[in-house]
């Protein structure tokens, strides 16, 4: 359920929202949400001085009444 929903979100900001992917990891930290995104809409997810991607991880956190970790990866690095 997180997961579509930060998908959905990220989806609504994005230049090219075929290209969001989101991913979902459990591991000894808890639960990690990756976001993938064009690599022309990382500034948009971003947001200036990390505001949207904030307020993108107060959602999930509110939406999930826990602590979720969200990164957003840059896909640049890994080609």
């Not at 992917?21 to 990382?42: A, C, I, T, Y």
């Not at 993108?56 to 602590?67: I, M």
């Amino acid at each position: 359920m997180l997961q579509e929903a930060l998908e959905h979100l990220v989806r609504g900001i994005v230049d090219y929202p075929e290209d969001v992917q989101v991913d979902l990891r459990n591991n000894r930290r808890g639960e990690m949400l990756s976001v993938h995104v064009h690599p022309d809409d990382l500034g948009r997810v971003i947001g200036r001085k990390g505001r949207t991607a904030n307020a993108l991880r107060s959602v999930v956190e509110g939406l999930a009444g826990y602590s979720v970790r969200v990164d957003v990866v840059d896909t640049d690095r890994h080609r």
